[in-house]
C-alpha cells in the first residue's frame, strides 16, 4: 500500500470510529443525564440515587481490562461490536426496569452500560494504532470528538422519549437508544481495523511489573486516573447539588450536564494540533489546570451560572488531560507490550472512576458539595506535580 492509500485508509478508520463514537458513545451521556434523577424516584431510599450511575461506572470499571484483552484475542471489529450488542441489550433492560419501576432492573442496565462503554473506550487506541507516531495525538481527539455530537443526541434522547410510555418517565428514551446502537453496529461492520499488534511479530512482552515501572507508563496512568476521577468526582455530585442543595430546576440541571458532555468532546478538534506544538505533557498538565479552576468556580458560589462554567472548565480539562495522557502512554510502551499497557491504564483509570463516583454521592449527603471541590484541589495539585516529575526524569538523561 502506497503512503497516500495507507493515509487515506486512516482517515476513513478515524471518520468511521468516531461517527461511532457519536452513535453508541450517546448511551453515556443519556445515562448521565438522566440516572440520578430516574434514580430518586425508584431507589427505595433518595441516598441512593446515584446508585445507577455508580453501576455504570463500575461495570466500566471491571470490564475495562478483560474488553482490551478480548480485543487483543479477537480483534477490534468484533470486539466492538460485541459491545455494541452491550448497549443494545442495556437500553432494553433500563426501559424494562423503569417500566416495571424496579430499581435494581435499572441498575443492572446501568451496568451493562458501563460494560459497553468499556469496549468503546477502546476506539482512542484503535485510532492512534492506525495513524503515524507524529499522528497519534490527532487521531485520538478525531475520534473523541464524536462524543461533541453524542453530548447531544444523549439528552435530545431523554427530552424526545420522556413520555413516550405513560407512567413511565425515560423509559422510551432508553427504547430509543438501543434502536441507535443498533445503527453504531452497521457503522462498525463498515471499518476496516488496524490488526492489533502482537508478540511474535516484535519481540517478546515485557513483565508488567517492569512496564509499569517505567516512568513513561506509570506518569500518564496516574495522569489519566487523575483527569477521569476527578471529572467523575465533580460530575456525579453536580446535577443533585444544583436540584437537592441549592434548589434549581431538573431542566437546569440538564442543561448544565449537557454542555459539561460538549465541553468534555468539543475541544477534540484541537486538541490533536495543541499536542503537536505543545506536547501531550503540557496539555495534559493545562487540562489538570482547568480542573483545579472548575472547583475553585464551585467554592466561589452556587447560582446556576457557577455550575454551568465550572462544569464546562471541567469538561475542556478533562478533554485535555485524558487525550493528552492516552497520547502519552500511546507514546511510552512497545507495540508487544500493549495489550498489558492498555489493560493495567484501563483498570486503574476506569477503577478510580468507580470509586470517585461512589465517594461523590456518600461525601454530597454527608459533608456537602463544597467539601468535595475542596478535596479536588490537592489531588490535581499532585497529578501536575507527578507530570512535571516525569518531564524532569525525561530531561534529565540528555542534559547529563
Not at 141 to 146: D, F, I, R, T
Not at 275 to 298: E, H
Amino acid at each position: 500500500m502506497t503512503a497516500a492509500a495507507e493515509t487515506r485508509s486512516s482517515m476513513r478508520t478515524v471518520i468511521l470510529l468516531s461517527a461511532s463514537q457519536a452513535i453508541i458513545g450517546s448511551q453515556q451521556a443519556l445515562n448521565v443525564a438522566v440516572a440520578a434523577l430516574v434514580g430518586v424516584v425508584l431507589a427505595p431510599d433518595p441516598r441512593l440515587a446515584t446508585v445507577p450511575v455508580t453501576a455504570m461506572v463500575l461495570g466500566l470499571a471491571f470490564s475495562a481490562g478483560p474488553a482490551v484483552l478480548l480485543i487483543h484475542r479477537f480483534g477490534r471489529k468484533r470486539a466492538f461490536v460485541a459491545g455494541a450488542a452491550i448497549s443494545i441489550a442495556a437500553g432494553l433492560v433500563a426501559a424494562t426496569g423503569i417500566w416495571l419501576a424496579n430499581f435494581y432492573i435499572f441498575c443492572l442496565a446501568l451496568a451493562l452500560g458501563g460494560a459497553a462503554a468499556a469496549f468503546g473506550q477502546q476506539y482512542r487506541f484503535a485510532a492512534a494504532d492506525s495513524a503515524p507516531p507524529e499522528r497519534k495525538g490527532a487521531a485520538i481527539s478525531w475520534v473523541l470528538a464524536g462524543g461533541v455530537f453524542a453530548g447531544f443526541i444523549g439528552p435530545a434522547l431523554s427530552r424526545f422519549g420522556r413520555t413516550w410510555i405513560p407512567g413511565a418517565d425515560f423509559a422510551g428514551s432508553f427504547l430509543a437508544m438501543s434502536g441507535l446502537a443498533l445503527f453504531g453496529i452497521a457503522v462498525l461492520l463498515l471499518t476496516n481495523l488496524k490488526r492489533v499488534e502482537v508478540a511474535e511479530h516484535h519481540g517478546q512482552a515485557r513483565p508488567l511489573s517492569e512496564i509499569v515501572r517505567a516512568p513513561e507508563v506509570f506518569v500518564p496512568v496516574i495522569s489519566g486516573m487523575a483527569s477521569y476521577g476527578l471529572m467523575t468526582f465533580v460530575m456525579v455530585a453536580a446535577p443533585l447539588a444544583m436540584v437537592v442543595i441549592c434548589g434549581h430546576s431538573k431542566d437546569a440541571a440538564s442543561t448544565a450536564i449537557q454542555w459539561h458532555v460538549v465541553a468534555m468532546f468539543a475541544p477534540s478538534f484541537l486538541t490533536g494540533t495543541l499536542i503537536s506544538r505543545l506536547g501531550a505533557r503540557a496539555v495534559t498538565a493545562i487540562g489538570l489546570t482547568l480542573i483545579l479552576v472548575c472547583a475553585l468556580i464551585n467554592l466561589n458560589g452556587t447560582s446556576v451560572w457557577h455550575f454551568d462554567f465550572a462544569l464546562v472548565m471541567l469538561g475542556v480539562g478533562w478533554n485535555f488531560g485524558f487525550i493528552g495522557s492516552t497520547t502519552l502512554l500511546s507514546q511510552g510502551y512497545r507495540p508487544q507490550d500493549s495489550a498489558r499497557a492498555q489493560a493495567f491504564n484501563e483498570q486503574l483509570v476506569f477503577g478510580t472512576m468507580a470509586i470517585a463516583s461512589i465517594c461523590s454521592g456518600i461525601l454530597l449527603q454527608t459533608v456537602g458539595w463544597q467539601s468535595i471541590n475542596i478535596l479536588a484541589l490537592p489531588l490535581a495539585t499532585f497529578a501536575l506535580a507527578m507530570l512535571a516529575w516525569g518531564d524532569w526524569h525525561a530531561r534529565k538523561p540528555q542534559s547529563a
